[in-house]
């Protein structure tokens, strides 16, 4: 064993979720970009959410809602100025890398390298990660199988197709073995075929292994049909929370001239606005970096 070969498994023991934690709990998160001098609209204004384990939780809202700030202080990548983020238990702001050591996580910008094969892109996130290295080539072989990566693993990856590029990245976030896989807009740009093999592949992961996925998106076809349970989210607050069914309920409860709403519907009921649609392209590894470079800029 090396040192850091140690070090992890010294580290394993700390870092088992603490029993019967929710995966994730937010208590008045805030935070805002403009800090200092004069006053600027907070991107996450007074979030309060819990995301049980084993469950598919969808953060749901428009560019500009603040679902990727909420998600990076869940992921400990920015601070948390105010309020509470625990994931299993472990508080972020204390316990930074116990927290990373239980979550994957696919950012909306790309994090696929075009240059390596898909297999070279997976072993360097298994070496970040600390899988120990006797294990890094079966964990390599094993998370490009769940994305159904085999036959490709070897090509470089700027050959991919956008929904394959995904996938990539999906199995990067996967190969540590997380408890907790975060995906920030996983399909954005993709076409509707693409969409559904990187939601399959999720769905089937988590059936195999029981992990909690918290997902950011604005496809609200998509959460209806994948989240277990959805934070309806706008202008930095979270306005509506339940499972699909629940919402939709309560629209028909409140708004009888809406009988069978859909989640668009519950949306502009809750958020008191339509949801802007977002573009779905086909597209190659160019694409998919300037679809989602435009994306996390204006996003
Ligand atoms: N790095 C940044 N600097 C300044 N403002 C930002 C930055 N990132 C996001 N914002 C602003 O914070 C708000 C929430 O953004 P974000 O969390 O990215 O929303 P979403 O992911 O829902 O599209 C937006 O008004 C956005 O313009
Ligand atoms: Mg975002």
Redesign the pocket.
Known sequence: MTSTENATAAAASDTAPAPGADAVVCRGLEYS??RGRGKG?K??DGVDLTVRTGEVFGLL??????????I?AITTLLPVPSGMVRVFGHDTARRQMQVRRLLGYVP?QLSAESGLTGRENVALFARVFDVPHAERAARVAQALAAVDLTEAADRMCGTYSGGMVRRLELAQALVSAPRLLVL??PTIGLDPIARTSVWECIEAVRRATGMTVLV?THYMDEADQYCDRIGL?DR?KIRALGTPAELKARVREQAPEHPDPTLDDVFRHFAGRDLARGQASEGDFSDVRRTRRTASRV?
């Open positions: 970009f403009h609209a991107a996450v809202g428009p560019n500009g809602a603040g679902k990727t700030t909420t990076r909306q920030d807009e950011t989210m930095g996003g």
